[in-house]
């Protein structure tokens, strides 16, 4: 879980995340649960925190029902699709999910 200053420090990113969910044509409910997936994950590093904006927007969206292709979040968050494949899985598990058994 995060904390409501965790919101306010990351707002650049969440801004960003936000602009990556437009070009995706997200619903709110995925942009919510990516943000939420993205500030409880959140990463030490600055340079991660691409690559892991990206996988809480695939997440998000693949739990909420608006699933979106690896390819296509790739894009929208400007990462390699190889940086969404690898992180989604973990970002999964860290946020105490399960993954999907497709």
């Known amino acids: ?16 995340l936000d602009r990556a969910a437009d070009r995706l044509d997200l619903s709110a409910a995925a942009r919510e649960r990516a943000a939420d997936l993205f500030l409880s994950t959140l990463p030490d590093e600055e340079r991660s925190k691409r690559a892991s904006l990206a996988a809480s927007l695939y997440v998000g969206a693949l739990i909420e029902g608006d699933r979106r292709s690896q390819g296509s979040v790739a894009d929208a968050a400007d990462v390699s699709r190889l940086s969404v494949q690898q992180r989604w899985k973990e970002l999964i598990e860290e946020a105490g999910l399960e993954r999907p058994g497709w």
Do not use: G, K, Q, S
């Not at 409501?4 to 960003?16: I, K, Q, S, T």
């Open 1 to 16: 879980m995060y904390r409501a200053r965790d919101r306010v420090e990351n707002e650049e990113w969440l801004a960003d």
